[in-house]
């Protein structure tokens, strides 16, 4: 019979229901015998020792919690009678005494990727054009409409054939009921016809609401993401368009450039509209310019590279009370395994660190990361409460429903992603990985916003762990999607990717699961696997505005 309840840590004052519990159910955990008081939904907690007021709430053996009021033995844990509590932390002696994974399995195991000139391996080839400021968004979209069908990269657009349908049989004399219930056409996006540049994955067009208007900061940081995407491993070279007079100027991102790849020599073309003048004249440039280099781009071609040339962003959105038992500490073991083999990793998302940070800083390798770490983390939370939140309002409504009712339970679950590691590096955002292993990187909790900084700062494949469900994906990095539980893998099968479900039911363990997930990973990261955030065109793409999110 499959376990229906689960301790985590065995520091814990919790047990988390793997199934509904009903009011009065007996249940068992180690010998140890329970009469639940009330409903307890799949994934939510109930104190297994009578809680006074005050009293602390364990979970993952750190404390998550203090109680509202008395819990007893059997209640459940919830918003009405815990509030958020999380331990202090103080810099000191580091603790980076590591157990490494057996890596046997993958000591020889090669993907084929994009070789770069400075060393780097993309997964992926492709070209961007990227827009300096806002104004230059229109633009940006008037390339796009002119290059992506013509060059073979647009898809048959599955709703649009949907609708035409639909609409064929208005004009035919439809009734209301025809058209809300008659069967049409299959939903399978295609390819709308071949490339002209088989060896590019394709154009990429971003576009933003930064570069002018904001502070000199946030424009600086663009600045910086932006040259983190130019230089990034997957991107084969750039269109830029500037306006001429926004903050966010072409020196300071030349400079931030510079600061990435000293020796950068990929095709670049900048374009000034008030210096080029009329439309006609800068549109057709930029066309020119980047056939020109999509005509250099198609030169590249995959070949063998070690697996310590990946690195892999580590994310989570639409968590749930399973995403700290399942995929997290699955994808964690992934971390470790990649970590032991000389690749890099990169947690971020500080404010789901909250009630970690000790943890992690015993974990960094000397006390100047350690140090590091706690002021970005100290100075992120007191902006974010000199702005009248703060962390513990982190959670969102789908996290507390699903049992994550305060932020260190959620982030206690959310930092399982970064394995049991040393700390190699912090970063601040938007600061590029250089050091394999571990990296911590200050974004904000914001799915597409930290998403887009870890492949800012070099993630070549992001793992993205979900229990609600999210189509999140990314411009130039494949965003593998990866269900905490078989339920929703089941029901969003055409956005998630990898199931960990297994886990939660007994049937694979977290080990068993991080190997799994590491062998998808050579195969996406060889282009054998086409995700279904790449399939479904999902480039989302959102810079953070400094204190601003969480």
């Keep these: 019979m499959k376990q229906n309840i689960l301790k985590v840590h065995p520091a814990d004052n919790v047990l988390v229901a793997l199934t509904d519990l009903q009011a009065n159910e007996q249940v068992t955990y ?10 307890i939904p799949a994934k939510h907690k109930f104190v297994i020792a009578d809680i006074p007021e005050g009293g602390e709430i364990i979970m993952y053996g750190v404390l998550v919690g203090k ?5 007893p033995v059997g209640g459940l844990i919830s918003t009405a009678n815990v509030k958020h509590a999380a331990n202090s932390f103080l810099t000191g002696q580091s603790h980076t005494d590591w157990h490494k994974p057996d890596i046997s399995k993958w000591e020889d195991k090669t993907f084929n990727g994009y070789h770069r000139e400075d060393g780097s391996v993309g997964t992926a080839n492709y070209w961007l054009v990227v827009p300096m400021v806002f104004c230059e968004n229109r633009n940006i979209e008037v390339l796009q409409e002119a290059l992506v069908k013509p060059l073979g990269y ?32 299959s939903d399978t996006a295609q390819n709308a016809g071949s490339k002209l540049f088989p060896n590019v994955d394709g154009i990429k067009f971003l576009t933003h609401t930064g570069g002018c208007g904001g502070t000199r900061q ?80 198609n030169q590249y071609t995959r070949k063998p590279a070690p697996l310590s040339k990946l690195t892999i962003g580590l994310e989570c959105g639409g968590s749930d009370g399973f ?6 500490p699955a994808i964690g073991y992934t971390s470790d395994l990649l970590v032991a083999m000389g690749g890099s990793v990169i947690l971020a998302e500080f404010p789901e660190l909250c009630g970690v940070e000790q943890n992690l800083i015993d974990r960094c390798v000397d006390k100047s990361k350690a140090d590091r770490f706690a002021d970005l983390v100290r100075t992120y939370s007191q902006r974010a409460e000199e702005a009248g939140s703060g962390f513990y309002m982190n959670p969102s ?6 049992g994550l009712i305060t932020d260190a339970i959620k982030s206690a679950g959310a930092a399982k992603k970064g394995g049991t590691s040393p700390v190699a590096d912090v970063l601040d955002y938007p600061e590029r990985v250089t050091k394999p292993g571990l990296n911590l990187l200050c974004t904000p909790g914001n799915d597409v916003e930290s998403t887009t900084a870890e492949v800012g700062s070099g993630a070549n494949i992001v793992l993205f762990t979900t ?53 998808y990973v050579v195969k996406v990261a060889s282009g054998e696997i086409e995700v279904h955030a790449v399939r479904h065109g999902q480039d989302d793409f959102i810079p953070w505005k400094r204190g601003v999110s969480l």
């Design 30 to 39: 180690k010998g140890d015998t329970y009469i639940v008081k009330e409903l």
């Design 67 to 71: 109680a509202q009021s008395p819990i």
């Design 154 to 185: 647009g898809r048959k657009k599955t709703y649009e054939i949907k609708a035409q349908e639909l609409i064929g049989k208005i004009k035919a004399g439809a009734q209301i009921d025809e058209v809300l219930y008659t069967e049409i056409g």
């Design 218 to 297: 946030d424009s600086t940081a663009l600045c910086g993401l932006l040259a983190g995407y130019i230089t990034h491993p997957n991107v084969a070279g750039a269109t830029v368009l500037s306006l001429g007079c926004q903050n966010a100027e072409v020196k300071t991102l030349q400079e931030e450039i510079n600061k990435r790849s000293p020796q950068f020599n990929k095709p670049l073309y900048i374009l000034d509209q008030q210096k080029t003048g009329k439309e006609a004249d800068l549109m057709e440039q930029g066309i020119r310019q980047t056939l020109a280099g999509l005509m250099q781009a």
């Design 323 to 328: 995403s700290g038992i399942s995929a997290n």
């Design 397 to 402: 409504p789908g996290n507390i429903k699903d």
């Design 467 to 519: 229990g609600l469900g999210t189509p999140t994906g990314n411009p130039i990095a494949p965003v593998v999607k990866i269900a905490t539980n078989t339920a929703l893998f089941n029901r969003m099968s055409d956005i998630i990717d990898i199931n960990t479900g297994t886990i939660v039911e007994g049937d694979e363990t977290i080990e068993q699961a991080g190997e799994r997930i590491l062998d």
